[in-house]
């Protein structure tokens, strides 16, 4: 993408065109190097909604994802553009609550989530891979997204859901179409409206469950959402059902964006994949860069609850203050050539976010899912390769590939 020459402060980072193949990365350079704290003042698609401040380096997007009494979740939701989407039902999911209602809902969660404990489903994630993989037996080509990255994330997520295994398509299918309401191909009724479509089907299917666990009680996440208390009182029916798409947005979308980008990055850098196959203990290593490198939400935003100061630029009570992760894990303060995958870099990152209340809760399911998701494919098929061109989601919040086609080379034996 040309920058040489345009006007940095003037650009408009809501240009749908921008991101047709993923982030502009070389305008976040640009921004990083120029204006770190970046104005956008409007939306292509929502000439209503506000513009936004763009927070680009490492060190401010640790600064605000720490404060959350300056940069509230709750007083605006947590998307650049809400796009329609009614901000009580942002609200009523705990990544768009602040404290002290998020800590204690998040803490239903937490002791499920500790390393220990994940680390407890590593043979049943490392089967429900091999059972993908198995799959593909007998074919030459296959599509990663599709045939390996969505199904095996849906069905963890799924089992910790309680949802069956034959709804895992229908989940997959809300999931993206919700999150990826701007790219054509994952929702073809257009952006405006993705809101009325979805968020019906969303509840509707979501509360066929809840009916179920009412009647009878598992010890999957749903149930822990419907017989929770917070403060004595019990969720009400449009916060169990957010918060269970709130899990399962989570856990169907991001790993398999990272497995998806990951497995890119090693076939178009091959002497990086044989790094791994010749010594496979470096996989976790190669889970850290690809998340620094992909962080598969481009960005998440706060509010701010009063007028403040952001690296010398003046913040208003009510502006929008967008984390773009895409730009702080390629910052050149942090990172020597940042564009370079290197499975031996073993950096820190802000993929799950940059520390403060609302770091992920994921973070020990997704690296499990991702590392054996990267083993077991290269075990199986080492000489992988590229069969043309993946697509990008076309999004300013998916940082994800749409389809990634491969040829799978012989089975090892
Ligand atoms: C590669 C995988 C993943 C990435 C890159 C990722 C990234 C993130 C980020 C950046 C946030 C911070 C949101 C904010 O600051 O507003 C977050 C929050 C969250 N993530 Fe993940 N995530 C991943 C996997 C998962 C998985 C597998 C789950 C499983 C349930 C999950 C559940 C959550 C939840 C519930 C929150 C909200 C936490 C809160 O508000 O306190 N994530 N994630």
């Known amino acids: ?16 065109e921008l991101w047709a193949d993923g982030p502009p990365l070389e305008l976040f350079r640009e921004m990083r190097s120029k204006c770190p704290i970046h104005r956008t003042e409007r939306f292509e698609e929502f000439p209503e909604e506000d513009g936004f401040w763009s927070v680009t380096t490492a060190e401010d997007i640790h600064t605000v994802s720490r404060d959350w009494e ?38 239903l969660f ?59 398509a229908l989940w997959a299918e809300l999931v993206n179409s919700t999150l990826g309401a701007a790219d054509p191909d994952l929702n073809p009724h257009g952006l405006q409206d993705a809101v009325t479509v979805y968020v019906p089907q969303i509840f ?3 509360q066929k469950l809840i009916a179920e666990r009412r009647e009878n009680p598992t010890d999957d996440l749903t149930s822990v959402l419907i017989h929770s ?9 449009h916060e169990i059902v957010m918060g269970f798409f709130l899990l399962i947005a989570a856990g169907n979308d991001s790993t398999k964006a990272t497995y998806c980008s990951a497995m890119r990055a090693l076939m178009e850098a091959p002497e990086q994949k044989q790094i791994l196959l010749d010594d496979p203990s470096l996989v976790p290593d190669a889970v850290e860069e690809a998340l620094r490198m992909f962080p598969a939400f481009a960005h998440f935003r706060r509010t701010a609850t009063k007028d403040t100061e952001l ?60 590392r054996i998701l990267i083993e077991e ?31 799978l080379g012989p089975r090892a034996a």
């Open 1 to 16: 993408m040309a920058t040489v020459g345009r006007d940095i402060e003037s650009v408009e980072l809501t240009q749908q």
């Open 70 to 107: 300056t940069y509230s979740s709750e007083r605006g939701g947590v998307l650049a553009a809400a796009g329609g989407f009614p901000l009580e039902l942002a609200q009523a999911m705990f990544i768009g609550m602040d404290p002290p209602k998020h800590d204690r809902l998040k803490a």
């Open 110 to 168: 937490q002791r499920g989530f500790t390393p220990k404990r994940i680390a407890e489903h590593e043979e049943r994630i490392r089967e429900i891979t091999r059972r993908a993989l198995d799959r593909l037996e007998g074919r030459d080509t296959a599509d990663l997204v599709a045939d390996v990255g969505q199904p095996v994330v849906s069905r963890v997520i799924g089992s910790f859901m309680g949802i069956a295994e034959e709804d895992d």
């Open 204 to 206: 509707e299917n979501c």
């Open 229 to 237: 208390e917070v403060d004595g009182e019990k969720l009400e029916e």
């Open 311 to 370: 690296n010398g630029q003046q913040i208003k009570e009510g502006d929008k203050v967008v984390m773009w992760y895409v730009s702080s894990n390629r910052d050149e303060s942090r990172y020597e050539d940042p564009d370079r995958f290197d499975v031996t870099r073993k950096p820190e990152h802000q993929a799950f976010g940059a520390g403060g209340r609302h770091f992920c809760l994921g973070t020990a399911l997704a690296r499990l899912e991702l």
């Open 377 to 407: 494919t290269l075990a199986r098929y080492p000489e992988i390769e590229l069969d043309g061109r993946p697509q990008a989601v076309e999004s300013l919040f998916l940082n994800q590939l749409k389809t990634l086609p491969v040829k």
